[in-house]
């Protein structure tokens, strides 16, 4: 369940949203890059609130899903709705991986790895470049003209 509506980007939204993203956004959101190490900006973000899509905007974790993993990439044990991932299986540099990719949008996110903590036992490594973040009780992005929940304020502990 989920109260977003997943129906994807036109070509049109796609062309003007591609448009603002930097280099480094466009390689990791559109070309299935990987920022490097202890780089991103989300890693030690510590704040209470929701992580977005950083293309469409839609709601991907909540910080209460959010762990220090040790491996330099913001890391959370669940989405905030099963329904805004999509996984896919990604059989690059010679691994096989499960991708995930923003379920609205089809950005690259990062990867999920079956080491995480309880209770899922999943841990989804994310590219800080590939997330927005909207601290608890301020708007969250409306992207794509959608209205509420989108532009609104999360009200949700
Ligand atoms: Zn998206």
């Known amino acids: 369940m989920t109260a977003f509506d997943l129906t994807p980007p036109t070509d049109a939204e796609r062309r003007a949203i591609t448009a603002g993203l930097s280099g480094d956004e466009r390689r990791v959101l559109l070309e299935h890059g990987t920022e490097a190490a202890f780089c991103g900006v989300f890693l030690d973000n510590k704040k209470d609130g929701i ?14 899903a959010k762990f220090d993993s ?12 099963e329904l805004h991932i999509k996984r896919v299986r990604d059989a690059s540099y010679g691994m096989v991986r499960v991708e995930e990719v923003c379920a609205r949008c089809g950005s690259h996110l990062g990867h999920v790895f079956p080491d995480g903590p309880r209770p899922t036992g999943e841990r989804h490594c994310l590219n800080s470049v590939s997330l927005g973040f909207t601290p608890t009780g301020e708007t969250l992005p409306d992207v794509l003209k959608r209205g509420a929940p989108e532009g609104a304020p999360d009200t949700e502990v």
Do not use: D
Not at 70 to 81: D, E, I, L, Y
């Open 70 to 81: 040790g491996t330099g990439w913001p890391s959370f044990f669940k989405p905030f709705a």
């Open 51 to 64: 992580y977005t899509c950083r293309f469409c905007g839609l709601p991907l974790f909540r910080s209460n």
